[in-house]
Protein backbone atom coordinates (compact mmCIF):
# COMPACT_ATOMS: atom_id res chain seq x y z
CA UNK A 1 0.00 0.00 0.00
CA UNK A 2 0.93 3.57 -0.19
CA UNK A 3 3.28 4.86 2.78
CA UNK A 4 3.66 8.09 3.60
CA UNK A 5 6.47 8.97 6.36
CA UNK A 6 6.97 12.12 8.77
CA UNK A 7 9.64 13.67 10.37
CA UNK A 8 10.93 14.30 13.01
CA UNK A 9 7.95 11.99 14.97
CA UNK A 10 8.28 15.27 17.61
CA UNK A 11 10.49 18.09 18.28
CA UNK A 12 10.99 20.78 21.43
CA UNK A 13 11.75 23.84 20.39
CA UNK A 14 12.24 27.61 21.98
CA UNK A 15 9.73 30.23 21.33
CA UNK A 16 11.25 32.37 18.22
CA UNK A 17 12.60 29.71 16.37
CA UNK A 18 12.02 28.10 13.46
CA UNK A 19 10.67 24.05 12.71
CA UNK A 20 10.77 21.90 9.45
CA UNK A 21 8.67 19.61 9.17
CA UNK A 22 9.04 16.83 6.12
CA UNK A 23 6.90 14.76 4.68
CA UNK A 24 7.15 11.92 2.46
CA UNK A 25 5.48 9.51 -0.11
CA UNK A 26 7.97 6.45 -0.02
CA UNK A 27 6.22 4.34 -3.02
CA UNK A 28 4.49 6.22 -4.98
CA UNK A 29 4.30 9.96 -6.91
CA UNK A 30 2.36 12.87 -5.10
CA UNK A 31 0.94 15.33 -7.07
CA UNK A 32 -0.76 16.95 -4.21
CA UNK A 33 0.09 17.36 -0.58
CA UNK A 34 -2.24 18.21 2.14
CA UNK A 35 -1.22 19.67 5.82
CA UNK A 36 -2.79 19.22 8.60
CA UNK A 37 -3.33 20.51 12.14
CA UNK A 38 -5.31 19.04 15.67
CA UNK A 39 -5.32 20.05 18.79
CA UNK A 40 -5.94 18.20 21.99
CA UNK A 41 -9.17 16.16 21.47
CA UNK A 42 -10.24 18.13 18.39
CA UNK A 43 -10.54 16.93 15.11
CA UNK A 44 -8.37 17.56 11.80
CA UNK A 45 -8.08 21.11 10.39
CA UNK A 46 -6.77 21.34 6.93
CA UNK A 47 -4.40 23.82 6.92
CA UNK A 48 -3.18 24.14 3.23
CA UNK A 49 -2.91 22.29 -0.23
CA UNK A 50 -0.08 21.78 -2.41
CA UNK A 51 0.69 20.17 -5.86
CA UNK A 52 3.94 19.78 -6.71
CA UNK A 53 5.95 22.57 -7.82
CA UNK A 54 2.98 25.28 -7.75
CA UNK A 55 2.57 27.58 -4.45
CA UNK A 56 0.19 26.01 -1.50
CA UNK A 57 -3.65 26.69 -1.75
CA UNK A 58 -4.04 28.13 2.02
CA UNK A 59 -7.17 27.68 4.00
CA UNK A 60 -8.83 30.75 5.58
CA UNK A 61 -7.38 31.75 8.38
CA UNK A 62 -4.07 30.37 8.16
CA UNK A 63 -1.08 32.56 7.91
CA UNK A 64 0.96 31.92 4.68
CA UNK A 65 3.85 33.62 6.34
CA UNK A 66 4.14 31.78 9.31
CA UNK A 67 3.53 28.05 7.84
CA UNK A 68 5.77 27.93 4.95
CA UNK A 69 5.15 25.17 2.69
CA UNK A 70 6.98 23.55 0.01
CA UNK A 71 6.23 20.99 -2.46
CA UNK A 72 9.22 20.80 -4.52
CA UNK A 73 9.16 17.10 -5.33
CA UNK A 74 7.10 14.35 -6.53
CA UNK A 75 8.11 12.86 -3.22
CA UNK A 76 8.75 15.34 -0.73
CA UNK A 77 6.79 18.69 0.89
CA UNK A 78 7.79 20.46 3.86
CA UNK A 79 6.00 22.50 6.47
CA UNK A 80 7.89 25.28 7.91
CA UNK A 81 6.43 26.96 11.27
CA UNK A 82 8.60 30.43 11.34
CA UNK A 83 8.90 32.36 14.66
CA UNK A 84 7.05 29.45 16.05
CA UNK A 85 5.31 30.49 19.24
CA UNK A 86 3.83 28.53 22.31
CA UNK A 87 0.21 28.29 20.58
CA UNK A 88 1.48 26.95 17.67
CA UNK A 89 2.05 23.99 19.91
CA UNK A 90 -0.07 20.83 17.88
CA UNK A 91 -0.14 17.93 16.12
CA UNK A 92 1.22 18.27 12.75
CA UNK A 93 -0.34 15.42 10.29
CA UNK A 94 0.84 15.69 6.27
CA UNK A 95 -1.17 13.62 3.61
CA UNK A 96 -0.68 12.84 -0.07
CA UNK A 97 -2.42 11.66 -2.81
CA UNK A 98 -1.13 10.58 -6.22
CA UNK A 99 -2.96 9.54 -9.86
CA UNK A 100 -2.47 6.01 -9.26
CA UNK A 101 -5.47 4.14 -7.08
CA UNK A 102 -8.64 5.31 -5.84
CA UNK A 103 -9.72 8.25 -6.91
CA UNK A 104 -9.42 11.31 -4.23
CA UNK A 105 -7.75 9.03 -1.22
CA UNK A 106 -5.31 10.06 0.64
CA UNK A 107 -2.56 8.42 2.46
CA UNK A 108 -1.56 10.04 5.51
CA UNK A 109 1.74 10.44 7.67
CA UNK A 110 1.94 9.04 11.18
CA UNK A 111 2.27 13.11 12.47
CA UNK A 112 4.39 15.05 14.01
CA UNK A 113 3.83 16.45 17.69
CA UNK A 114 5.58 20.07 17.63
CA UNK A 115 6.00 21.71 21.35
CA UNK A 116 7.21 25.40 21.38
CA UNK A 117 8.52 26.46 25.40
CA UNK B 1 -19.33 24.23 2.11
CA UNK B 2 -18.93 20.59 3.57
CA UNK B 3 -19.84 19.65 7.13
CA UNK B 4 -19.40 16.36 8.76
CA UNK B 5 -21.01 15.75 12.25
CA UNK B 6 -20.46 12.09 14.07
CA UNK B 7 -22.33 10.96 16.37
CA UNK B 8 -22.02 9.66 19.71
CA UNK B 9 -18.99 11.69 20.52
CA UNK B 10 -18.01 8.98 22.89
CA UNK B 11 -19.12 5.25 23.48
CA UNK B 12 -18.75 2.90 26.38
CA UNK B 13 -19.46 -0.44 25.75
CA UNK B 14 -18.84 -4.15 27.13
CA UNK B 15 -16.48 -6.61 25.30
CA UNK B 16 -18.76 -8.70 22.41
CA UNK B 17 -21.28 -6.27 21.70
CA UNK B 18 -21.93 -5.01 18.64
CA UNK B 19 -22.25 -1.23 17.76
CA UNK B 20 -22.58 1.52 15.22
CA UNK B 21 -20.95 5.01 15.00
CA UNK B 22 -23.25 7.61 12.77
CA UNK B 23 -21.75 10.46 10.29
CA UNK B 24 -23.52 12.73 8.58
CA UNK B 25 -22.24 15.17 6.09
CA UNK B 26 -24.18 18.14 4.20
CA UNK B 27 -22.72 17.90 0.88
CA UNK B 28 -23.99 14.87 -1.03
CA UNK B 29 -21.75 15.71 -3.90
CA UNK B 30 -18.92 14.02 -2.03
CA UNK B 31 -16.10 11.68 -3.94
CA UNK B 32 -15.93 9.49 -1.18
CA UNK B 33 -16.24 8.76 2.63
CA UNK B 34 -13.47 7.40 4.81
CA UNK B 35 -13.40 5.86 8.48
CA UNK B 36 -10.08 6.70 9.79
CA UNK B 37 -9.16 5.25 13.53
CA UNK B 38 -6.72 6.97 15.69
CA UNK B 39 -4.95 5.80 18.75
CA UNK B 40 -3.97 8.42 21.61
CA UNK B 41 -1.24 10.51 19.87
CA UNK B 42 -0.72 8.75 17.35
CA UNK B 43 -1.56 9.23 13.37
CA UNK B 44 -4.56 8.36 11.70
CA UNK B 45 -5.27 4.44 10.03
CA UNK B 46 -7.75 3.99 7.01
CA UNK B 47 -10.69 1.77 7.86
CA UNK B 48 -12.53 1.57 4.71
CA UNK B 49 -12.93 4.11 1.77
CA UNK B 50 -16.75 4.15 0.23
CA UNK B 51 -16.54 5.75 -3.39
CA UNK B 52 -19.55 7.42 -4.08
CA UNK B 53 -20.97 4.82 -6.25
CA UNK B 54 -21.08 2.45 -3.65
CA UNK B 55 -23.06 1.41 -0.89
CA UNK B 56 -20.79 -0.58 1.54
CA UNK B 57 -17.44 -1.32 1.96
CA UNK B 58 -16.67 -4.72 4.62
CA UNK B 59 -13.33 -5.08 6.26
CA UNK B 60 -13.18 -8.30 8.89
CA UNK B 61 -15.34 -7.42 11.68
CA UNK B 62 -16.02 -4.04 10.14
CA UNK B 63 -18.68 -2.78 7.71
CA UNK B 64 -19.50 1.04 6.48
CA UNK B 65 -22.49 2.29 4.89
CA UNK B 66 -22.73 5.21 2.66
CA UNK B 67 -25.80 6.74 2.01
CA UNK B 68 -25.59 10.05 -0.19
CA UNK B 69 -29.26 10.94 -0.85
CA UNK B 70 -29.58 11.27 2.96
CA UNK B 71 -26.08 12.38 3.74
CA UNK B 72 -25.16 9.59 6.52
CA UNK B 73 -22.71 6.62 6.66
CA UNK B 74 -22.31 4.17 9.25
CA UNK B 75 -19.80 2.40 11.02
CA UNK B 76 -21.08 -1.00 12.37
CA UNK B 77 -18.19 -3.10 14.57
CA UNK B 78 -18.83 -6.77 15.42
CA UNK B 79 -18.30 -8.58 18.45
CA UNK B 80 -16.29 -5.67 19.72
CA UNK B 81 -12.86 -6.23 21.39
CA UNK B 82 -10.62 -3.77 24.16
CA UNK B 83 -8.24 -3.24 21.22
CA UNK B 84 -11.00 -1.60 19.57
CA UNK B 85 -10.64 1.46 21.55
CA UNK B 86 -10.45 4.13 19.86
CA UNK B 87 -11.35 7.56 18.37
CA UNK B 88 -13.12 6.81 14.97
CA UNK B 89 -13.25 9.72 12.32
CA UNK B 90 -15.23 10.05 8.88
CA UNK B 91 -14.14 12.27 6.58
CA UNK B 92 -16.39 13.33 3.01
CA UNK B 93 -14.37 13.82 0.48
CA UNK B 94 -14.76 16.99 -2.05
CA UNK B 95 -11.22 17.16 -3.52
CA UNK B 96 -10.55 18.37 0.12
CA UNK B 97 -11.02 16.06 2.95
CA UNK B 98 -13.48 16.91 5.47
CA UNK B 99 -13.62 15.33 9.26
CA UNK B 100 -15.85 15.10 12.29
CA UNK B 101 -14.82 15.16 15.06
CA UNK B 102 -14.92 12.01 15.93
CA UNK B 103 -16.10 9.01 18.42
CA UNK B 104 -14.14 8.11 21.19
CA UNK B 105 -14.82 4.36 21.77
CA UNK B 106 -13.99 2.43 24.92
CA UNK B 107 -14.28 -1.30 25.17
CA UNK B 108 -14.51 -2.72 28.46
CA UNK B 109 -12.99 -6.50 29.20
Known amino acids: GAVVSQHPSRVICKSGTSVKIECRSL??????MFWYRQFPKKSLMLMAT?????????EQGVEKDKFLINHASLTLSTLTVTSAHPEDSSFYIC?????????????FGPGTRLTVT | KQEVTQIPAALSVPEGENLVLNCSFT??????LQWFRQDPGKGLTSLLL?????REQTSGRLNASLDKSSGRSTLYIAASQPGDSATYLC????????FGKGTLLTVNP
Open chain 1, 95 to 107: SARGLAGTPYEQY
Open chain 2, 91 to 98: AGSNYKLT
Open chain 2, 50 to 54: IQSSQ
Open chain 1, 27 to 32: DFQATT
Open chain 2, 27 to 32: DSAIYN
Open chain 1, 50 to 58: SNEGSKATY
